[in-house]
């Protein structure tokens, strides 16, 4: 989608929903701006079934030039060839189920709830 996370509208979440339901792939992975990550997954969570999807992001943007988003996608590749099916976010090497994570805008990180 090529968008910031801020400007996500429900319809950008059902479209992502619906691809997702819709893909021959049980696994998948998504990268998602991480101001609205938790919301999507939520969305995720009550459209699909029985795939493994896992969100990933970066805390530090590319373009700042030392990033964590190309630690955390292979992460998130690693995470969604070894979890059982649900949706999940993974951050800085971690694995969180999407209803029991939040950003920590205070640390820069995603913690369990």
């Excluded at 459209?47 to 955390?72: E, Q, R, W």
Aim: overall charge negative.
């Amino acid at each position: 989608m090529m968008i910031d996370s801020l400007d996500m509208t429900d319809a950008d979440r059902e479209l992502i929903v619906r691809h997702c339901a819709q893909s021959d792939e049980s696994r998948i992975v998504i990268t998602h701006g991480t101001d609205t990550m938790v919301e999507t997954a939520v969305a995720l969570a009550r459209g699909v079934t029985g795939k493994t999807v896992v969100l990933t992001g970066a805390m530090i943007p590319y373009a700042f030039g030392s990033s964590d988003g190309l630690f955390n996608l292979g992460s998130a590749v690693s995470f969604a060839q070894v979890l059982p099916p649900g949706i999940y976010i993974a951050m800085n090497g971690q694995h969180f189920a999407w209803d029991r994570v939040r950003k920590n805008r205070e640390t820069g990180t995603f913690e369990a709830i």
